[in-house]
């Protein structure tokens, strides 16, 4: 069984650009979830897609977004990028909306700012 | 607000030494723990799942425990190996008002087993 994949691994980009980064959930699963981990700040929640919508957001600016396919694939979009974006951006998955069914996460994107 | 709080934040042992790890969160109301291992610069490999009705969850030479009374939890490595080497997570689920069921998570602990 394939695990969660995330695209591109490296992603380099200026102040100002905008940053796509993707995620191919487990199969069978249905919710993603979206986690950023900066030097020093640990791993924080960013969002939470099930069955196509967008059911939370932690406290992250509007300049993060994303949206999540029929497929159950996610995208999650950075606009307006800044120097303290640079992470790494974790994608994990999990089986329905269920709270006793644990996250499955991928290697993760690491976005750099230049 | 939830806190989880990893002790210690590195630790370095011989191979072969058993070893704990700890966990504490804040807010006992939680629905599970979940620990995780993490190597530089890639994502995280779930190790063991512990319910909030269980006291604790064995894999191989993994044994996590639970107290939700206390707000704790520790990670048992037995005979330790330098493959064992990583970052060790843990993190916690619970309901909150907004709906979020997103983990938190505590800032690991660094393990470095020596050959």
């Known amino acids: 069984e394939a695990g969660v994949t995330q695209s591109p691994t490296h992603l380099i980009k200026t102040r100002g650009q905008q940053a796509t980064l993707r995620c191919s959930p487990i199969?069978?699963?249905?919710?993603v979830y979206w986690y950023q981990q900066a030097l020093g700040l640990g791993l924080q929640f960013l969002l939470w897609?099930?069955?196509?919508?967008?059911?939370n957001r932690g406290n992250f600016p509007p300049r993060f977004s994303g949206r999540q396919f029929p497929n159950y694939s996610s995208e999650l979009n950075v606009n307006a990028l800044e120097l303290e974006d640079s992470a790494l951006y974790l994608c994990?998955?999990?089986?329905?909306?269920?709270?006793?069914?644990?996250?499955?996460f991928g290697d993760g994107t690491r976005l750099s700012i230049l | 607000k939830q806190e989880v709080t990893q002790i210690p934040a590195a630790l370095s042992v011989p191979e072969g030494e058993n070893l704990v790890l700890n966990c504490s969160f804040t807010d006992s109301a939680i629905y599970n723990l979940q620990w995780f291992r993490q190597d530089p610069g890639k994502g995280l490999t779930s190790l063991l799942l512990?319910?909030?009705?269980?006291r604790e969850q064995t894999s191989g030479r993994l044994n996590a425990s639970l107290d939700k009374s206390s707000g704790r939890s520790t990670l048992y490595i037995a005979a330790s190996q330098p493959g064992d080497s990583a970052t060790y997570l843990c993190?916690?689920?619970?309901?909150?008002?907004?709906?979020?069921?997103?983990?938190?998570f505590g800032s690991g602990t660094r393990l470095q087993v020596q050959p």
């Open positions: 897609y099930d069955e196509g919508e967008e059911r």
């Open positions: 994990a998955s999990s089986m329905g909306q269920g709270f006793n069914q644990p996250q499955h």
């Open positions: 512990i319910q909030s009705s269980q």
């Open positions: 993190a916690v689920r619970r309901f909150e008002r907004t709906g979020r069921r997103a983990l938190t």
């Open positions: 199969s069978g699963h249905t919710s």
